[in-house]
């Protein structure tokens, strides 16, 4: 918690997050989880900022509730829907796959303000807001191609959406810029959180010689793997070392507590407004975690190299040129990829093998 505390004291939305006129006295936080809070992984970071903003603001002046586990479509509709009748001010909608619910909600709540986790869609109370963890899955992706024997990295992932598609990119794109010959091999699981899926999609790339693995899943259940057969792994959504003392390389991390913070003050100000968020490194909303001693410090340097390019604004993980997997220039030599082009990816970079799901 402390680091988060250094972030927030250093980031942009500090102004927003210390505006000084109250237009509440109290304010309700309501949010919706698609698995459980557990003690790492993507909900789990989600609950720790939760956490935060109640030990920033005090429990006089912000009350949160939680539901955890909700299934994507009928069921996060009834969950949301309950919440906003129940006097929530604010509720944030942690999954892709409860935008249209929110949507659905917001109509028919229109005091109600509701901000959606990795969506594109807003009204006019409802926000969007996604961390830029592609920045951190680059950094981890050259460590991945520094550590790799076999030229052989696996990567367990759970729906060809953007967001994924987007991260596997960045990913292979870092493994590739420090180790041209490594590939990356995808095993889609159709799942955001089942230990036992996640560990079988393991098993199954260590057997094709996958010697570095990662993943966008929430379980540790890859890191446990790894760290059982004797490989390394890199781990996403927190800091998952506990999973995989020997195996763990790093892992890249959100941080979601600057803009759960700013929100909620949004809304005791009376300042809250619909917004599509998207912040990095350069905000604190987006990292890799310490490490693993067993990286050699040339390549814990050129990682703190690349970090700063990136939070300075130096350089951009899709900075071109970029090619397909058919070896297509997508990017061209001193182009970059726009916001927009990142948010709708549709194809997989060089070096990536497996193929996208038809939906």
């Not at 009204?123 to 920045?135: D, E, F, I, L, P």
């Not at 680059?138 to 729906?159: D, E, H, P, R």
């Not at 890859?222 to 995989?244: L, P």
Request: glycine share 8%.
């Amino acid at each position: 918690m402390n680091i988060i505390k250094k972030i927030v004291a250093s980031s942009a939305l500090l102004a927003l997050a210390c505006a000084p006129v109250m237009a509440k006295d109290q304010v309700k936080v309501g949010f919706v989880y698609v698995s459980p809070t557990g003690d790492a992984g993507w909900t789990y970071s989600h609950d720790m900022a939760r956490k935060f903003v109640v030990d920033q603001l005090g429990a006089d002046k912000v009350k949160t509730t939680f539901v955890e586990s909700v299934p994507e479509g009928a069921d996060a509709e009834r969950v949301i829907r309950n919440m906003a009748s129940k006097g929530h001010d604010l509720i944030f909608t942690t999954s892709f796959g409860y935008m249209n619910p929110t949507l659905k909600v917001a109509k028919r709540f229109p005091k109600v303000k509701f901000e959606h986790a990795s969506g594109y869609k807003q009204s006019k109370n409802v926000g969007t807001y996604m961390a830029r963890a592609y920045q951190a899955r680059y950094l981890s992706g050259l460590v991945a191609g520094k550590m790799t024997k076999t030229n052989t990295i696996g990567y367990v992932a759970a729906f060809p959406i953007p967001e994924v598609i987007r991260g596997i990119n960045a990913f292979t794109k870092g493994v590739r810029e420090v180790n041209p010959d490594a590939k990356v091999k995808v095993v889609w699981v159709s799942t955001w959180y089942d230990p036992a899926k996640e560990r079988e999609a393991a098993e199954t790339l260590i057997l094709q010689k996958a010697d570095v693995l990662t993943q966008h899943t929430d379980s540790a259940a890859v890191i446990q793997t790894a760290e059982s057969k004797g490989v390394y792994a890199i781990g996403y959504h927190s800091d998952m070392s506990a999973y995989g003392k020997k195996a763990h390389l790093t892992s890249a991390i959100h941080n979601w507590g600057p803009i759960y913070l700013a929100k909620t003050k949004a809304i005791l100000d009376g300042q809250w407004k619909k917004e599509n968020l998207w912040m990095g490194i350069a905000e604190g909303v987006t990292d890799i975690a310490p490490l693993n001693s067993a990286v050699p410090k040339s390549v814990a340097d050129l990682v703190a190299k690349k970090k700063a390019a990136l939070k300075n604004g130096k350089m951009r993980v899709f900075d071109g040129p970029v090619k397909d997997q058919a070896g297509t220039e997508k990017v061209a030599k001193g182009s970059s990829m726009t916001d927009g082009d990142l948010q709708g990816f549709k194809w997989f970079v060089e070096g990536v093998e497996g193929t996208l799901p038809k939906s």
